[in-house]
């Protein structure tokens, strides 16, 4: 086949890819292609502005690095990462509401011992995080693996900052009690702005978006069985609640930071949350 | 605003991009927005399908160099690139017809005295490629820059080879005579596959298809008050014709290689292609 022209050209592609072996693969590309191109024709982009993509496209991917992935906040930022989590979290209504992992999750960082202290010596209001893993049945999930990471009193995560992945500060692995409680020691996050000195930056600039994300910690729980959960707990107040860069605000997700009236532990505020598992449907969404 | 679900989050993003100062990037943006969740809704990826959709994009990205440019791979063998083209190139009928620029293409080769040989001691067959450049309405174009480029006898470009982008075979610059025409030698290029061992490379294995191109020279032709032409002259009875793996075949851009019959210049064939000039349109396609 020759000739191909605007009307001809989306079922050109289409047809070759006719040939794929994994019917996954076939029907993700063809429905790539349709969106794509229909994109392409409702905008009608100049040669120039092609080459604007490409070369934007390119920047985001020369973005990434261990501690960096751009790519994550290009679809978090186009709400792309919040629709996916929507799709694969039809969960039942019990069932604690997820949101997006981030771009700042370092796999298996290390297991603590409940009540330990993961700041540090990062300085800021001392805080006490404590919360529960329930099935969504009411009974108390013992021994799960509760992941915690959450941004220092200035809005940087670990990775961040110069001294890189290996610090592993404000982040580490819990394992609930035989009454499914987990507890820890930190200080309290800050709203912070997504990294946005690279081409998302410069994105959400031209489109007059500011950078923000209101104050959180985030939290992975894992028990078999059970669909993963990918959440945070946001901070009551929070100037930035109502406009997240990311659109990832829930308000059964937000907690007001209650104040301790004598200092336990050392600690000023307390932020607590009750998490409510969904058993695994099987299929897609297990892979969560 | 909050609680953004599968039903929301889109108009969501929209609303949010509202406040783009330039119209161009608001409407851009909104139209991404749409497709992009549009697509997403159609194959509703598992998280771990949208994680390898992050690390495709990212290892595309990491593929990109001074000398390989993955992104463009990526938009050709969509189809996205020959769409492109043909919005922005809907030319008189008698204009010389346009194809994809590719990745190959290395800005301000040296300009070289007509009838200079190209191939600067590549092997294979000899060949001499002649032409003119005439406008739209007959009239021979003289003192225009005829930009050309074109595989070797085994199909690899100059600045996929070791020595890398600095050598600049098979590339130059010529400019029409006082008669609109231009002449060179060098030597007959092969069908060869698209750079095939990145991102690009899995994803047509995966979609079941073939990295070929059939062979071609590429020329880039500009003159103030003209449509700048790029497009490609392919040589007939290649088997890659009617599979093209960015789609880019035009029948009106197939010529014979015509054999000399007795050796001129040291040429063995000849290729011939009398191009045609649209006048500059003005607005979006002159940025062509």
């Known amino acids: ?22 019917p996954r693969v076939k029907r993700v590309s063809e429905a790539l292609v349709r969106h794509l191109h229909s994109f392409v024709r409702e905008v009608e982009p100049s040669q120039r502005e092609w080459e604007f993509a490409i070369d934007f496209l390119t920047r985001v991917g020369h973005m990434c690095t261990g501690a960096r992935q751009e790519f994550i906040l290009l679809s978090d930022t186009l709400g792309v990462s919040m629709l996916v989590d929507a799709i694969n979290h039809r969960l039942p209504g019990n069932a604690t509401e997820t949101t997006v992992l981030g771009p700042f999750y370092v796999g298996q960082p290390p297991e603590l011992a409940l009540g330990a202290d993961i700041s540090h010596g990062e300085t800021g209001p001392r805080l006490m995080v404590e919360g529960s893993v329930h099935s969504d049945d009411g009974k108390p999930l013992a021994n799960v693996i509760v992941d915690t990471w959450h941004s220092d009193a200035d809005g940087y995560y670990d990775v961040q900052k110069d001294d890189g992945a290996d610090s592993l ?26 990294p946005d000195d ?29 669909e993963t959960l990918v959440t945070h707990v946001f901070i009551a107040g929070d100037k930035y609640l109502d406009s997240d860069v990311v659109f990832g605000v829930k308000d059964k997700l937000i907690r007001e930071l209650e104040p301790l009236p004598a200092e336990q532990n050392g600690a000023a505020f307390r932020l607590r949350y009750d998490f409510v598992l969904a058993r695994s449907a099987g299929g897609k969404a297990a892979a969560g």
Not at 169 to 188: C, E, H, K, P, Y
């Open 169 to 194: 500060t404000l982040r580490a692995r819990f394992r609930t009690d035989q009454n499914g409680r987990f507890w820890f020691q930190s200080i309290v996050p800050s709203f912070y702005p997504i």
């Open 198 to 226: 690279g081409p998302v930056g410069q994105m959400l600039t031209a489109q007059g978006r500011h950078p923000y994300r209101p104050a959180h910690v985030h939290f992975m729980i894992a028990s078999p069985g059970y």
């Open 1 to 22: 086949m020759r000739n191909f022209g605007e009307d001809t050209i989306t079922q050109a592609v289409i047809d070759r890819i006719g040939n794929a072996k994994d």
